[in-house]
């Protein structure tokens, strides 16, 4: 019901072919995860079910409505939210601050007032903030500025950001980039948390495979803009074409 | 969890409310210029109101401003205009006359949705010039370049007659828009406010439409101004097109940044400031400095003003307040190593 379907969609950037007919579908519940090199274009279909990138061809369906006919910050009301490859945080707020960006949607104007009177909407507004601060083991850095806190930390609370109004689906772009084993585990760990304690469809985009491997219901590759092959892990470990990819690049290399 | 509401908290109010009520007894046992001080004092807190307002559009959404004189002059004469010509009370032309100039914050503000940066700069600038146009062109009501004479502000039957009751009238309103500010910045409007500063990306992705928020922001900032505009016009009594120059836009923004953008506490220090150099220390030095470099008052003040933008922006770009903040913690931590936090 609440699956994100995919229907032959096509981006061109000036002759380049980002996007060349993709079509998946994402199960609710799942986590699936999108592989591909570098410019494959991962982070391009992440743009078009975010509203930032118009696919010149094909549709894109979540809960029966069209995602195409909304502007990039209607898609939240749909039940989706996303964090970006390259950190997308205000520094000059602290990270509760920035949590709570994420849930401006569902902090009322009225509400916004009341709140300069009464501690106790205060306190209503920012529970749900530091509930999914705590979550994400990050209830110690609630108070501190942005700027200045170790790149972990800032992927951490951009999860926090768009887990906080919470969606039926998040997308995140390169949780693991830069970072440790031991810290991608972790990552791992809380991939798999958002799916099962906060019951959240999640799209993952990441480069380390082990991650990928490990939490992914199903994957789906990318190459050169076009879906190279579509399955579970173990089937896309066996898949001849991801096979020859792999081993193609390595040659390369 | 304690500390979390330490910003909002506002006993600080209390503490600045008795140092406004103190500082005019304050001068009067220190100076015989006593009336002089409270007059510059009266301009700086009309300034603040303003540069408050300033800071929310420019300091925390991103957007520069360099037509906020016009904003003053709009407010300045509308509320002349109602209460002298149209025979409405003080009191409810102040908000009129704030709203009126928030509506032209938001006709300034649709351009806005298409430019930012420098281009925006020279839109609002373009702005200042024809508000001061069209003042000249409407001279039945504002008797054109001669200028504009004010009645004195009246509220509940209380007339301000001096500048020791305007002193009292302005900075009530400078607290109320501190503290407004304040809220304002540390709630969902605030943080949509800089996240479309810092990252549309992740504004668009939280569900904040950039267009409303920054148009919000105009009519917001240019309702700060208006209200400035409107005290500037019943207690200065006297208005004229010279009194919003182009120049005054931009050492509105010299307020903020040397203040400290995005604090609102910078914009009032920041005001303070300059003003009292533009009044009170500016004109001592005036004559020693026009023997040995023949510039005209005007210019002396615009190499000083520029020399101390330039200063700061590159030696202290978080301005005064930035200032203060260290200075607390220094002295919080005094004397075990407080070197390492002094940077
Ligand atoms: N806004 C844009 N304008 C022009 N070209 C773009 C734009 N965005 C992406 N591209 C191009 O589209 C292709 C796909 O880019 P995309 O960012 O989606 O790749 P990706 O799979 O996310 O790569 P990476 O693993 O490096 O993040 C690349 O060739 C890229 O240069
Ligand atoms: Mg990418």
């Not at chain 1, 409505?65 to 039940?79: K, Q, V």
């Not at chain 2, 569900?207 to 009519?219: A, D, E, H, T, V």
């Not at chain 2, 097109?241 to 040397?258: E, G, K």
Request: hydrophobic share 50%; glycine share 10%.
């Amino acid at each position: 019901m609440a699956d994100l379907v995919i229907q032959n969609i096509s981006v061109y950037f000036s002759g380049v072919v980002a996007l060349d007919d993709v079509s998946l579908t994402v199960p609710s519940g799942s986590i699936y995860s999108l592989v591909g090199a570098n410019g494959s274009g991962k982070t391009t279909f992440f743009n078009c079910v975010n509203g930032f990138v118009k696919p010149r061809r094909g549709n894109i369906f979540f809960n029966d409505s069209n995602l195409l006919d909304r502007s990039p910050h209607e898609i939240i009301h749909a039940g989706i939210s996303r964090t970006f490859q390259n950190l997308e945080n205000i520094p000059y707020m602290t990270v509760l601050e920035n949590v709570l960006l994420g849930n401006h949607t569902r902090i009322s104007a009225g509400g916004t007032f009341q709140r300069w009177v009464s501690r106790k909407q205060r306190e209503k507004e920012e529970s749900d903030g530091l509930k999914m601060l705590s979550f994400l083991g990050l209830a110690n850095y609630e108070q501190k500025y942005l700027t200045g806190q170790p790149y972990a930390i800032q992927k951490l609370v951009e999860i926090a950001r768009a887990l906080v109004c919470r969606p039926q689906l998040i997308m995140i772009d390169e949780p693991a980039a830069g970072m440790n084993d031991q810290e991608s585990m972790e990552m791992a760990k809380i991939i798999t948390e958002i799916r099962d304690e906060l019951g959240i469809t999640v799209l993952l985009v990441e480069h380390d495979m082990n991650l990928v491997m490990s939490v992914s219901d199903r994957i789906c590759v990318l190459d050169s803009g076009r879906v190279l092959a579509e399955g579970t892990p173990d089937e896309i470990k066996t898949h001849p074409e991801v096979v020859k990819a792999f081993i193609g690049e390595g040659a390369d290399a | 969890m304690k500390g979390r509401y330490e910003d909002e908290n506002l006993k600080w109010i209390a503490l600045l409310i008795l140092l406004v009520l103190l500082v005019p007894f304050l001068l009067q046992g220190m100076t015989y210029s006593y009336r002089y001080y409270l007059y510059v004092l009266n301009i700086a807190g009309i300034y603040m109101i303003l540069t408050v307002g300033l800071d929310l559009l420019s300091g925390y959404t991103g957007q520069v401003s360099l037509g906020h004189a016009g904003f003053l002059a709009i407010g300045a004469y509308s509320s002349a205009i109602l209460v002298d010509q149209a025979g409405i009370p003080f009191g409810l032309s102040l908000i009129l006359a704030s709203l009126i100039t928030g509506v032209f914050g938001l006709m300034i503000g649709f351009p806005a949705l298409r430019i930012s940066g420098m281009y925006l700069g020279l839109t609002t600038m373009g702005f200042g010039f024809i508000v001061r146009r069209i003042i000249i062109a409407l001279r039945d009501w504002t008797e054109g370049s001669a200028g504009l004479a004010v009645s004195k502000p009246q509220l509940f039957g209380f007339t301000f007659n001096n500048d020791l009751h305007n002193y009292y009238l302005i900075y009530t309103f400078v607290i109320l828009a501190v503290i407004l500010a304040r809220r304002i910045v540390k709630s969902k409007l605030g943080r949509a406010f800089q996240a479309i500063r810092d990252s549309g990306h992740a504004a668009q992705a939280a569900g904040i439409n950039l267009s409303k928020y920054k148009l919000i922001s105009f009519f917001i900032s240019a309702i700060f101004a208006g209200l400035a505009g409107a005290l500037f016009a019943h207690t200065m009594r006297f208005i004229s097109t010279d009194h919003f120059d182009i120049l005054l836009s931009i050492y509105f923004i010299i307020m903020v940044l040397v203040g400290g953008t995005s604090s609102i506490y910078g914009a009032v220090l920041g005001t303070l400031f300059i003003v009292s150099l533009d009044y009170l220390i500016v004109p001592q030095f005036k004559d020693w400095l026009s023997t040995f470099m023949s510039l005209e008052a005007g210019d002396i003040q615009s190499l000083i003003f520029g020399l101390i933008m330039f200063l700061f922006i590159i030696f202290q770009p978080t301005g005064l307040y930035g200032m203060w903040i260290k200075m607390r913690i220094y002295w919080k931590l005094f004397p075990f190593n407080p070197k390492k936090r002094f940077t």
